[in-house]
């Protein structure tokens, strides 16, 4: 065996110690990516992903059905195709009184508010978005029961908002305000409304 010369020592065991820094540089570079995927596995299984209670659609029906218990009157909750559910079911307390409201998303991105001022029967102008182009409607779902309506086309405005087009007529049942994002979302909203609940339009015998 030829014995080293001391450089040559010298450059075999920096060469050695070359080697494992790679090494060791190598394997803080595999682990760094396993943990990065493992953080990014963790936030779209767990984070990323909605709870199962954000997830599910209220039961607007059965909430319209008992608050109508503390009213005076039937609340509008229309009967919809399964492409629509509720985010948003309630009454408040207004200066002008109770305010039933509806919140209704469609599966194609419409969004639809119904807004049943309850008892009111005056000027419903104060209770209108303002802004637009005004006209009236005359709306009839599958029951062949035509009601006339007022509308309110704000699309050209620099931020209508939800409030797009805004649909509106007196009840027996407190004035009707349904607005939306879209025109036939709106309109079909409201043909349902008076298809399956047109107690609403009726006045009390």
């Known amino acids: 065996m030829t014995d080293l010369s001391p450089a040559e020592v010298a450059e075999a065991k920096a060469e050695a110690r070359r080697l494992r820094r790679q090494r060791q540089t190598t394997k803080n570079l595999v682990a760094s990516i396993v943990a990065t995927l493992a953080i990014v596995v963790f936030l779209v299984l767990v984070v990323a992903r909605p709870s ?4 599910d659609a209220i039961d607007y029906q059965a909430v319209a059905e ?8 039937a609340l509008a909750a229309p009967d919809l195709d399964p492409t629509w559910s509720a985010n948003r079911a309630d ?12 919140g209704l998303i469609s599966s194609s991105g419409d969004f639809v508010k ?3 001022y309850l008892g009111v029967d005056g000027d419903l102008s104060a209770l209108i978005a303002d802004g637009g182009v005004d006209s009236t409607e005359t709306i009839s779902g599958t029951s062949n029961h035509p009601l006339e309506w007022s ?38 909203v409201i043909a349902a409304l008076q298809d399956s609940q047109q107690v609403l339009f009726e006045e009390a015998k």
């Open 91 to 102: 009454i408040r307390d207004e200066p002008s009184g109770q305010v039933w409201t509806l």
């Open 114 to 116: 119904i807004t049943q």
């Open 66 to 73: 008992e608050l109508s218990t503390k009213t005076a009157f």
């Open 151 to 188: 509308l309110r086309d704000r699309s050209e405005r620099e931020n209508p908002g939800n409030d797009v087009i805004i649909a509106w007529r007196k009840s027996p049942a407190g004035a009707l305000v349904v607005s939306g994002t879209s025109k036939p979302g709106v309109l079909s």
């Open 52 to 55: 199962d209670s954000f997830r």
